[in-house]
């Protein structure tokens, strides 16, 4: 027992020496490639093993003989292992630089592709989170390129729209300072109507650039949305009976919504101008109210004779117009933009799609708890 005990003590001496020598190694070589982290590591093993064998050889007084075979059989090992680790370690470093080439594409504006080839379990989990970061990235930067051509075109028509109004506005008070105003009432009229259209503009700039910027002021109170869409129908009537279109209202569910009741008649009476200029004479806008699953929808159906499908995911971008003209009242394409804004505020979401004959939005807002 006092032997077996014995030569356990000189093996652990002898590993333990390798090992500590191993970890020095590792050390300095920490910052270098992983052949040679693995060819250390392997090395390591054999040395230990070797250590312990020999103390243990020496301790038992065997023979040059038989030292010299233990030492060969070891040392054999020790070659075989050190080849196979520098083998792993060549493998994998080639997959890793693969793999960094592939990241670097996707990093400098391309798509990633990920390395043909077997890898390991560690750069295959690797491998698969790149490709999926890759995915999302390339969201991101379609969603900024047609945010840019938004932001673009909104630009070109605010420049339009703000020009058109501004020369009528310096042309009616040049003849209105030179007294060649046939109707003086009629110009002061048109100017006042084209300054309240501007004020109405800048307004939106601004309500948008609120939203943007996440300071959109919410001030929430308990209302029923029967009320909210009771003020904001009545409000829209007299732009109805102008267009010749008639507002349904008559599928109205009173439920209880916590909302900013200014903003929201705000969202509604977008809507619902929108519907209006776009739904021909003697067409109808239909209002609807009516709880769905995770809160309440509300509702505006148009007869605008539907969206081109390519369309329907711009709808609410800054600055989209369609295909009407880019005249009055066809507006700065900010109405929607708003609308999206406030409701995602209220931590709702705004939708539209193409129903027979036109198209109908939709905005689902929270209910009330309780």
């Not at 982290?37 to 020496?58: F, N, P």
């Not at 379990?121 to 989170?129: I, N, Q």
Request: charged share 20%; aromatic share 4%; with cysteine.
């Amino acid at each position: 027992m006092n032997d077996i005990l014995l030569i356990a003590l000189f093996a652990f001496l002898g590993a333990a020496a390798a090992g500590l020598l191993g970890a020095l190694v590792l050390r300095i070589f920490r910052h270098r490639s992983l052949v040679v982290s693995l060819t250390v590591v392997a090395a390591v093993a054999v040395t230990a093993m070797l250590a312990g064998t020999l103390a243990v050889a020496w301790a038992m007084f065997l023979s040059p003989h038989d030292l010299t075979v233990v030492t060969t059989v070891v040392a054999m090992a020790a070659v075989v292992s050190l080849a196979t680790a520098m083998l792993l370690g060549r493998w994998v470093a080639a997959r890793s630089r693969d793999l960094t080439l592939a990241a670097r594409s996707f990093g400098d504006g391309g798509t990633f592709a990920a390395p043909v080839g077997e890898v390991t379990a560690e750069l295959a989990a690797l491998t698969r989170e790149l490709a999926a970061t890759s995915a999302k990235l390339d969201s991101s930067r379609e969603r900024e390129r047609a945010l840019e051509t938004s932001r673009r075109e909104l630009v070109a028509w605010i420049s339009h729209d703000l020009r058109t109004p501004l020369a009528g506005l310096r042309a009616m008070s040049e003849a209105l300072e030179d007294g060649m105003a046939p109707d003086s009432g009629r110009y002061l009229r048109q100017i006042r109507t084209e300054v309240e259209r501007m004020n109405d503009m800048v307004g939106d700039l601004f309500e948008l650039s609120r939203i943007h910027a996440g300071s959109l002021p919410l001030t929430p109170a308990r209302i029923s949305v029967y009320d909210l869409v009771g003020d904001a129908l009545a409000g829209a009537h007299p732009l109805a009976r102008e267009h010749g279109v008639r507002l349904v209202g008559d599928r109205i569910e009173a439920v209880p919504v916590e909302v900013d009741s200014k903003e929201m008649s705000r969202v509604l009476g977008n809507l619902l101008i929108n519907a209006i200029r776009r739904t021909p004479a003697d067409g109808t806008v239909a209002v609807a109210a009516q709880r769905c699953e995770g809160g309440v929808m509300l509702s505006v159906t148009d007869g605008c004779g539907g969206i081109p499908e390519e369309d329907l995911p711009r709808v609410f971008d800054t600055g989209w117009r369609g295909t009407h003209a880019r005249t009055p009242p066809a507006g700065a394409g900010l109405g929607l933009a708003i609308v999206r804004g406030i409701v995602e505020a209220h931590e709702g979401r705004a939708a539209v799609r193409n129903v027979a004959g036109g198209c109908r939005f939709e905005v689902t807002l929270p209910v009330c708890p309780g």
